[in-house]
């Protein structure tokens, strides 16, 4: 079955970065437009960024343009979201979903705090 695992999450304080990661599995990877969201406590799931499938085209939201940067290893059936300048509002689980399916991971909890 389709599967999700993302990690990378944690502790870090305003200003820093952390790289989180999505490998996926069950389905050809390479096939599928790929997106990873977040959802703060008490707020909705939000999406975040955006990947075509050869990984020549990505689209950001506002809120994190020019400080996140998607990327994707297809050989490596591996997504990941390269995140800087975090702030105390990009606190969230963060979750990877792959275009056409409607399985999500357990999330990767990111903390932004000093």
């Known amino acids: 079955q389709v599967r999700f695992v993302e990690s990378g999450g944690g502790v870090v304080q305003p200003g820093g970065s952390l790289r989180l990661s999505c490998a996926a599995s069950?389905?050809?990877?390479?096939?599928?437009?790929m997106s990873w969201y977040r959802q703060a406590p008490g707020k909705e799931r939000e999406l975040v960024a955006v990947?075509?499938?050869?990984?020549?085209?990505?689209n950001y939201a506002d809120s994190v343009k020019g400080r996140f940067t998607i990327s994707r290893d297809n050989a490596k059936n591996t997504m990941y979201l390269q995140m800087s300048s975090l702030k105390p509002e990009d606190t969230a689980v963060y979750y990877c979903?792959?275009?056409?399916?409607?399985?999500w991971g357990q999330g990767t909890q990111v903390t932004v705090s000093s």
């Open positions: 990947i075509s499938r050869a990984g020549g085209t990505t």
């Open positions: 979903k792959a275009q056409g399916f409607t399985s």
């Open positions: 069950g389905f050809t990877f390479s096939n599928s437009a």
